[in-house]
Every structure is written in C-alpha cells, then in structure tokens.
DNA sequence: CGGCATTTATTTTTT
DNA sequence: ATAAATGCCG
C-alpha cells in the first residue's frame, strides 16, 4: 500500500460500522438496486471490461455505480479516476449521479468530461511540445473553413471545383484516423492528389496562430504521449482506472489515446453497444469495440441484457430488425415486462398526410382516447432520419398549436450573432486573434471591404504580424480611403479601449452621471458591463436592432442571454475558453411540448410514445448512405432504426408515405425495406384515415374527388402488385395490411382516375387519355394537358 | 461598398 | 422549396 492508499483507507474506515470493519466487509448499499450483470460490471475492478449494454439495460447506472463502487473500495481516490464521455451533457448526468450517490462526501472527479474536455486539460499543461503556447485557442469549424479558404486562394484554387468543404472534411477524417499530414497513406490522398500538402500548410497556419482546431486536440495529445516517454508515464501512473461510455463511438485517434493511457493499469471499462453505432460517418469504428478482446488481453465480457424500458413487442421488434445486420457481438435483449401494444405501422398518401394523422395521434392520446390514460406531451417524441423532415411536422403543428420543441438544430454558440459576439470578445481578451478580427472587421458594416481587408491582409502576412497590428499600420501610415481608414481607426481605438477595461486599469464607467456622483471614486466595470459595451460601443446591438427582418429580434435576445451566461464566470477569458469546448442550450420551459428530433439526436433518450415516420427506402435506409458505403451503409442505417424503435417504452409507431416533396420535386417511393424486417407478430398494422369513411379526419375540397375515385383499395392495381411482392419474396404478410399498397414500378398505361405527379404541377387525377397526352385535374388547382412522360404514376391507392 | 438578382446545393452532428 | 453563396450593377 502506498501512503495515500493507507490515508484513504484510514478516512474510509471511520465511516464504517466497527462490526463491518472488524470483518473486512465495506458497506455497499448502492449495489442493492442492481441486477446480477450489472453488479459483476460493478465487481470486475481488476483489468480490461468490455460491459456490453444493449439499449436501456442501465449502462448509466451501472458505470456510475462503478465510479463509486472504486472509490468505496479505495481502489482509487476520484481524480485517479479516468472517466470519458463523447458529449458534455453525458459527462454532467454522470457527474450528478455520482455525485448524488456518494453525497457530499467527495468533491466533483476532476478526470470526469468529454474527450475534447480532457485533452485540452492536458495539452494546456504540454501545448510546448507541439510548439504551441498554453494559452492556445479553440478553433470552430467556421474559423477552420476560412483558414482552408484562405490557403486555398494563395494557391489560386478554384473553390467551384476544389470546394473548401470538400478539403476540411478530408483533413477531419485524417485527424479521426490519427494520420498526420506526413503520413497519408500512398493512394488515399485526394482532393487532386494535394489534400496532404494543403493538410500540412494547414496544420503549419495553425501552429503560428497558437491555435489547434477540435481534431489536434486529440491528435496532438496522442502525439505527445507517443514521443514523452515521461509524460505519458506519469498519466498512466496516475489514472489507476479509466472508464469509457459510449465505447462504439471513439475513432482511430481516441482509441489510440485510451490504449496509450491504459498501457500500464489495464484497468479499462468501456461501455458501450455495437448496435447503436450510428457515428461510422464522423469516423467512429466500430471496429474498437468488435476487436476490444484482441485488443485488450483477458479482458472480461460481461453482457447487460435485461432490458428495463421496453415492452416485449418492442423489443422483439427492434430485435428483429437488427438481426439483419453482421459483425455482431450479439445480444438478446429481453424484458421482465408483460403484454403492452404492438409495433404500429401505417401508409400515407404524402408527407403531409403523415404529419396531419400524426398531429391528431398525439392530441388523441394527449387526451386519452382509446381507453388509455392520457399521456402528456413530454412524454410522445417524433424521431425523424433527416433534419429537412422535421419542417412538415413544424407547419402542421403550428396550424393546429401543437407545442413541439425542436431538439438539435443549430446550437445557440453556433448562430451567426452569437459568434460575431464571441469574435469581438476574442479580439479584445487576445488581440492577435486574427481569425477572429476578420470576422468583426467589417461587422457590423462600417465601410472596410474586400479591397480594404485585401490591404490589411498584405501589410500584416508581409510583416508577419496580426491582422490587428497590420491595421494600426494602416492608419498610422494614412492607408486605404479616408472613409475607410476612419472607421477602421475608431474600431482599434474601441479595442484598444476595451481591451484596458478589460486589463482593469482603473476605468470607469462611461456614463456621464455616474462620474459625477463618484468622481474617481466610479466603481470599476465588470466583465459582465464590459460585454455589454463592447457589443453595444460596437455598434453590433445597433445593427441588430435596426434590422428589420423578423429573426432580429430574436437574435437581440440570444446577445442578451449570452451576456447573461457570461455572469457565470470570472472573466471573459473563463468564458471564451469553456465556450469553445461546451455547446449547451438547454433552454427548457415548463410548457408541455412534444419533442421532433433527429435519430441521432436521439441516442440515449426515451420516451413512453414514439413517432417514427419517413420509413421510405432512399429516405430511411438513406440513398446517400448506401451509395457511399455500401453494405456497411445500410447497417448503420438499420442500426438507426434499432436505435429508433428502442427508444419507445410503451407505444411506438412506424409511419411512410408514398409520395414525398423532395427538394421541391414530388417523388414516390416504396416503404422502407426495414418494415419489411418487422416481425409482424409483434406489428399491428392500422387503417388509414379515411378508409371507411373515417370520421376525424380533416378534408378539404380538393381532397374530395380525389378520394371517391379512389373507393375501392382492393381492387387498385397497386394493392394487387403490393400482395404479388410480399408473398413472393416470402415476407412477412402483415395482418391487416390494408395500408401498405405501393410500388415504385410505372405502369406503362394510364388509365381514368388514376393518380399521377407532375414535377411542376403536384399531384393530380387523370380525366382523359388522347395519345400520349393525359388530361390531369391537379389538386393544387388547375386541369392540364400533358405529355404522359412528364408524369410519374402515384402508385400508392390509400383509399 | 452595399443591395438585389441569380445560381447552386441539399444526411446524420459533437467537440 | 429554400437557404446560402456568388455575381452584377448603382
């Protein structure tokens, strides 16, 4: 024992029973609540874990109880405990639970945060020995994208065909790979084969920037690890024990970081789930956590399959989905639950459709119909494949004052006005901030152009000084126009100015009044004040003001409450630097509201009723993930469905419709293969509205001739050929599946009353046939003449 | 330089 | 459809 483990123990065994004491036994009352594989996660203490945790098996709280579990055991103290999360939301439910569960006994874990989090705690102590100074800055994409644009122009790029975008996502997949520009590897070298050069000019701007975009955060810490010995032995020295969640997400780079740290103790837990890796495209592996027994030798699995959230037919749902994909680790989730509803599965006629029946889901079961309890709004979620869904559900719900809240989007430190805040923020804490001060320069306008900032780009690169200093330059010497040169002075004096307040040398308040009352006495500004004159000395608040477009006054309201957050810390700088890593927004009110988030945003949530609608193939699975990779594509895909239906804890339903304005153009699509792998006993497929008259819902009048000509479903050539497909393919025949009838197939005749879209004019019923030409009523309004190939066969007869 | 017209792309998202 | 980005003209 080392003298800190007797000292720990020695505290310890105050704090326990004499009896237990005597019996070497510890008290380990969190351990009740835990069910037998939880506890063995729990009890492993010594080498390499691999906790497997399908969904809602409660890895949270079985990797919280860990956390305590070596504390208690004064196998570590809390900050020789490595514990590493991917999102700061997941680090501080982790910080809480643990901290709740040893109560005021222990001060929060140091080593507890994000991978970003935790490298630049790091990095800040060693930036030196990758020749960057402590105090080094956080790069967004944004400021990431202008540096590339830049470097692109000096090379005379054309950006039309070498697209910046296309440039940094290539040197983020490199960084996610842990390849530095020295080591692309022959033939993955792209963007015309000088993706390394600009690679490495790159990393080279950054180094005389001091600053280090999200992937060197990582990359640079691998970096020193693998060339100081020293360093890297003092940091597996001290985390005795490592813990890591979310496990299937890490890249190439966090793995190498994590085997480097564990190289010593081996006392590594990750956690995680190979069927919830949805990440692949942002260069997660899910390979790490498919190798982690090669990787990490004796390491023991230990398999968390009790599902606690679920009901039977959802779970057996999404396990049947699933068991589609290979490369497995496997699991079978079951669940102590009994009964519960069916999966359920519903067609639609079109996008809005769908949005409509499932408004009128929501309020039936908001109000409780169907025999059931009423369940709020909190708890009923619409999980969407792709953002640009979400709008559908947004304009239906406002029609009919559904409050939703919108989960993800852009992020509040990501909005426009928020950044131009934070740049004259970073402009006056660190003045040679040059990325930063191009971005305020001209904003809000005050007359410095292109040809103006051209000028100062020169004199500074010319000098090799900041962008600020080449300017002061300029106005020293009496460059540019007058006008420019003006305004361009008065900027760097409101600088200069802020920055000394800043410095708290001895400045008061700019108020007329209050030097009156005080005289020298006039108390001196907080960062908080100076904030709010820097943004409004500016001119910034003004120019938001005076804007008259109908987002202003919104974004008037975001500059308020980041000022507001900046109460939160000591100084700007604090701000600046926790800003960077940390994009929180949680602005919750008390509204009930049902959520509309992305599947991916969805990951780790839960909810009692769930909506997944869009379940169209090219839609969900998504073309472009199949297109780009393959069958590894569409795996990820189906692991977004697992994730999907998993979220649901006791009503989940599944929802496509045949035809869908994409881009502005109708298009009509089959449902997705994925409703093809439901296992239909445990699926319910429901009516759609309006097959026997039904009395809810909302028709307008052109709906009206529409529907009558589509009485009769069971007759339709669609419900016919839909029968042909899935009893050829051996599929699953639903039971009551009056409201699957599609095919992508055209017809090669049309005839009377049939449905068909027009890419500029909708959708539309066809009156009469001469030749190749159709006559189409459209309901949008209108009837025209057209030539058959401009019109696509809307194949879905719902009624 | 700034405002308006035209062009162009358009998954998923954290740090 | 739509937003963002570029291009053109006053």
Same mark, same amino acid.
């Not at 874990?109 to 960057?132: D, N, Q, Y």
């Given at each position: 024992?080392?003298?800190?483990?007797?000292?720990?123990?020695?505290?310890?065994?105050?704090?326990?029973?004499?009896?237990?004491?005597?019996?070497?036994?510890?008290?380990?009352?969190?351990?009740?609540?835990?069910?037998?594989?939880?506890?063995?996660?729990?009890?492993?203490?010594?080498?390499?874990?691999?906790?497997?945790?399908?969904?809602?098996? %409660?890895?949270?709280?079985?990797?919280?109880?860990?956390?305590?579990?070596?504390?208690?055991? #004064?196998?570590?103290?809390?900050?020789?405990?490595?514990?590493?999360?991917?999102?700061?939301?997941?680090?501080?439910?982790?910080?809480?639970?643990? /901290?709740?569960?040893?109560?005021?006994?222990?001060?929060?874990?140091?080593?507890?945060?994000?991978?970003? $989090?935790? +490298?630049?705690?790091?990095?800040?102590?060693?930036?030196?020995?990758? @020749?960057?100074?402590?105090?080094?800055?956080?790069?967004?994409?944004?400021?990431?994208?202008?540096?590339?644009?830049?470097?692109?122009?000096?090379?005379?790029?054309?950006?039309?065909?070498?697209?910046?975008?296309?440039?940094?996502?290539?040197?983020?997949?490199? &960084?996610?790979?842990?390849?530095?520009?020295?080591?692309?590897?022959? @033939?993955?070298?792209?963007?015309?084969?000088?993706?390394?050069?600009?690679?490495?000019?790159?990393?080279?701007?950054?180094?005389?920037?001091?600053?280090?975009?999200?992937?060197?955060?990582?990359?640079?810490?691998?970096?020193?690890?693998?060339?100081?010995?020293?360093?890297?032995?003092?940091?597996?020295?001290?985390?005795?024990?490592?813990?890591?969640?979310?496990?299937?997400?890490? #890249?190439?780079?966090?793995?190498?970081?994590?085997?480097?740290?564990?190289? &010593?103790?081996?006392?590594? +837990?990750?956690?995680?789930?190979?069927?919830?890796?949805?990440? %692949?495209?942002?260069?997660?592996?899910?390979?790490?956590?498919?190798?982690?027994?090669?990787?990490?030798?004796?390491?023991?699995?230990?398999?968390?399959?009790?599902?606690?959230?679920?009901?039977?037919?959802?779970?057996?749902?999404?396990? @049947?989905?699933?068991?589609?994909? &290979?490369?497995?680790? %496997?699991?079978?989730?079951?669940?102590?639950?009994?009964?519960?509803?069916?999966?359920?599965?519903?067609?639609?006629?079109?996008?809005?459709?769908?949005?409509?029946?499932?408004?009128?889901?929501?309020?039936?079961?908001?109000?409780?119909?169907?025999?059931?309890?009423?369940? +709020?709004? =909190?708890?009923?979620?619409?999980?969407?494949?792709?953002?640009?869904?979400?709008?559908?559900?947004?304009?239906?719900?406002?029609?009919?004052?559904?409050?939703?809240?919108?989960?993800?989007?852009?992020?509040?430190?990501?909005?426009?006005?928020?950044?131009?805040?934070?740049?004259?923020?970073?402009?006056?804490?660190?003045?040679?901030?040059?990325?930063?001060?191009?971005?305020?320069?001209?904003?809000?306008?005050? @007359?410095?152009?292109?040809?103006?900032?051209?000028?100062?780009?020169?004199?500074?690169?010319?000098?090799?000084?900041?962008?600020?200093?080449?300017?002061?330059?300029?106005?020293?010497?009496?460059?540019?126009?007058?006008?420019?040169?003006?305004?361009?002075?008065?900027?760097?004096?409101?600088?200069?100015?802020?920055?000394?307040?800043?410095?708290?040398?001895?400045?008061?308040?700019?108020?007329?009044?209050?030097? =009156?009352?005080?005289?020298?006495?006039?108390?001196?500004?907080?960062?908080? =004040?100076?904030?709010?004159?820097?943004?409004?000395?500016?001119?910034?608040?003004?120019?938001?003001?005076?804007?008259?477009?109908?987002?202003?006054?919104?974004?008037?309201?975001?500059?308020?409450?980041?000022?507001?957050?900046?109460?939160?810390?000591?100084?700007?700088?604090?701000?600046?630097?926790?800003?960077?890593?940390?994009?929180?927004?949680?602005?919750?009110?008390?509204?009930?509201?049902?959520?509309?988030?992305?599947?991916? %945003?969805?990951?780790?949530?839960?909810?009692? #009723?769930?909506?997944?609608?869009?379940?169209?193939?090219?839609?969900?699975?998504?073309?472009?993930?199949?297109?780009?990779?393959?069958?590894?594509?569409?795996?990820?895909?189906?692991?977004?469905?697992?994730?999907?239906?998993?979220?649901?804890?006791?009503?989940?339903?599944?929802?496509?419709?045949?035809?869908?304005?994409?881009?502005?153009?109708?298009?009509?699509?089959?449902?997705?293969?994925?409703?093809?792998?439901?296992?239909?006993?445990?699926?319910?497929?429901?009516?759609?509205?309006?097959?026997?008259?039904?009395?809810?819902?909302?028709?307008?009048? $052109?709906?009206?001739?529409?529907?009558?000509? &589509?009485?009769?479903?069971?007759?339709?050539?669609?419900?016919?050929?839909?029968?042909?497909?899935?009893?050829?393919?051996?599929?699953?025949?639903?039971?009551?599946?009056?409201?699957?009838?599609?095919?992508?197939?055209?017809?090669?005749?049309?005839?009377?009353?049939?449905?068909?879209?027009?890419?500029?004019?909708?959708?539309?019923?066809?009156?009469?046939?001469?030749?190749?030409?159709?006559?189409?009523?459209?309901?949008? /309004?209108?009837?025209?003449?057209?030539?058959?190939?401009?019109?696509?066969?809307?194949?879905?007869?719902?009624?």
């Amino acid at each position: 024992m080392t003298n800190w483990e007797e000292d720990q123990a020695m505290e310890m065994a105050s704090n326990v029973p004499l009896s237990q004491r005597a019996m070497g036994v510890r008290a380990t009352p969190y351990m009740d609540g835990l069910n037998a594989s939880q506890r063995a996660a729990v009890e492993v203490m010594d080498g390499p874990v691999l906790m497997l945790a399908g969904a809602g098996t %409660g890895k949270t709280k079985a990797l919280t109880t860990r956390i305590v579990h070596l504390m208690n055991m #004064n196998r570590a103290r809390p900050n020789e405990i490595l514990a590493v999360t991917f999102t700061n939301k997941a680090a501080r439910e982790m910080k809480l639970r643990v /901290g709740s569960m040893l109560g005021e006994m222990v001060e929060g874990m140091p080593w507890l945060g994000t991978f970003h $989090s935790l +490298c630049v705690k790091i990095l800040r102590r060693h930036a030196e020995l990758v @020749g960057l100074k402590s105090n080094f800055t956080i790069l967004d994409t944004d400021d990431q994208l202008r540096l590339l644009k830049q470097l692109l122009r000096a090379e005379n790029i054309d950006e039309k065909r070498w697209p910046p975008r296309l440039l940094l996502g290539l040197i983020d997949t490199w &960084k996610n790979r842990a390849w530095t520009p020295d080591r692309i590897p022959a @033939g993955e070298d792209s963007f015309n084969g000088r993706g390394s050069e600009f690679y490495a000019q790159y990393q080279n701007r950054l180094k005389t920037l001091n600053a280090a975009d999200f992937g060197d955060l990582l990359l640079h810490v691998v970096n020193i690890f693998q060339t100081n010995e020293d360093v890297l032995d003092k940091y597996q020295r001290w985390f005795k024990y490592i813990l890591v969640d979310e496990y299937q997400d890490t #890249n190439v780079a966090q793995y190498m970081w994590l085997r480097l740290l564990a190289a &010593k103790h081996h006392n590594i +837990c990750c956690v995680g789930d190979d069927d919830q890796s949805i990440y %692949g495209w942002r260069g997660a592996e899910v390979g790490n956590i498919l190798r982690f027994e090669r990787d990490f030798e004796g390491a023991k699995v230990i398999r968390l399959e009790q599902n606690y959230r679920s009901t039977p037919h959802i779970l057996a749902a999404a396990s @049947g989905v699933i068991a589609g994909n &290979k490369d497995r680790l %496997g699991k079978t989730l079951w669940t102590a639950r009994k009964d519960g509803e069916k999966v359920r599965l519903i067609g639609h006629w079109d996008g809005e459709e769908e949005a409509r029946w499932i408004g009128e889901e929501i309020e039936s079961y908001q109000r409780g119909t169907r025999g059931l309890d009423p369940i +709020c709004l =909190e708890s009923m979620a619409i999980l969407v494949r792709a953002s640009h869904q979400m709008r559908a559900f947004e304009d239906r719900f406002l029609t009919i004052g559904l409050p939703y809240r919108v989960i993800g989007g852009p992020r509040f430190y990501e909005r426009l006005e928020i950044r131009d805040a934070m740049a004259y923020f970073r402009v006056v804490v660190s003045p040679d901030d040059s990325l930063a001060f191009e971005r305020i320069i001209n904003t809000p306008k005050r @007359g410095i152009g292109d040809k103006a900032q051209q000028t100062i780009n020169a004199i500074a690169r010319k000098n090799g000084i900041s962008l600020l200093d080449g300017a002061r330059i300029i106005v020293a010497e009496g460059g540019l126009s007058t006008k420019a040169r003006n305004s361009l002075s008065t900027l760097i004096l409101g600088i200069d100015r802020w920055a000394s307040m800043l410095n708290g040398l001895n400045v008061f308040r700019d108020d007329a009044d209050i030097l =009156e009352e005080f005289g020298d006495a006039a108390p001196i500004i907080n960062h908080v =004040e100076i904030a709010q004159i820097i943004l409004e000395e500016s001119g910034y608040t003004d120019h938001w003001q005076n804007d008259k477009t109908p987002e202003a006054p919104g974004r008037l309201e975001n500059l308020k409450e980041l000022v507001k957050a900046l109460e939160g810390f000591e100084n700007i700088q604090g701000f600046l630097e926790h800003i960077s890593l940390i994009m929180e927004n949680d602005t919750d009110d008390a509204t009930q509201k049902v959520s509309i988030m992305t599947l991916h %945003g969805a990951k780790g949530l839960e909810f009692p #009723n769930v909506f997944l609608p869009g379940w169209e193939d090219g839609l969900f699975p998504s073309q472009r993930s199949m297109d780009e990779s393959g069958q590894n594509g569409l795996e990820e895909e189906r692991r977004l469905a697992y994730v999907g239906i998993t979220r649901a804890e006791a009503i989940c339903t599944v929802s496509f419709a045949a035809n869908r304005r994409v881009y502005g153009q109708w298009q009509s699509s089959m449902p997705s293969r994925f409703i093809d792998e439901l296992p239909h006993e445990n699926v319910d497929v429901l009516t759609p509205p309006g097959l026997y008259g039904g009395g809810t819902f909302a028709s307008t009048e $052109s709906d009206l001739p529409a529907r009558a000509a &589509k009485a009769d479903a069971y007759n339709s050539p669609g419900w016919k050929r839909m029968q042909a497909r899935t009893s050829q393919r051996g599929l699953h025949q639903p039971n009551n599946p009056k409201g699957i009838i599609i095919d992508a197939k055209v017809m090669q005749n049309y005839s009377i009353t049939d449905r068909v879209i027009h890419g500029k004019f909708g959708i539309g019923t066809v009156i009469g046939i001469e030749g190749d030409k159709l006559s189409i009523v459209f309901d949008a /309004g209108g009837a025209k003449k057209v030539v058959a190939s401009f019109v696509t066969r809307a194949d879905y007869v719902p009624f």
